[in-house]
């Protein structure tokens, strides 16, 4: 009892169904917490150096992503990003 479907029917439908798909993926990215780098930056804006620009040692050090702590990586693993 299925109903046949010509080919540009079929591709209307796969079209929206692509598009409704792609638009359910942006939106569950953009409620997880924004796109790329923005999203980067703006967590940066948000942190508080916890030790005066002071990394080794700092208990934060290994998730943060302030400039200094970029920095101090950078340099700890022979200059590899």
């Known amino acids: 009892m299925a109903e046949d479907l010509t080919r540009r029917e079929f ?3 796969a079209a929206r169904l692509a598009l409704l798909a792609g638009l359910g993926v942006l939106g569950l990215r953009l409620l997880r917490g924004g796109v790329g780098a923005a ?3 703006l ?3 948000q942190q508080a150096c916890l030790n ?3 990394c080794r040692g700092c208990t934060a ?3 943060c992503g302030l ?7 950078r340099a700890l ?3 590899r990003p």
């Open 52 to 54: 005066q620009g002071v």
């Open 67 to 73: 400039p200094a702590a970029l920095s101090a990586r």
């Open 11 to 13: 591709l209307k439908s």
């Open 61 to 63: 050090y290994s998730g």
């Open 43 to 45: 967590r940066r804006a």
């Open 39 to 41: 999203s980067g930056r």
């Open 77 to 79: 693993s022979g200059g």
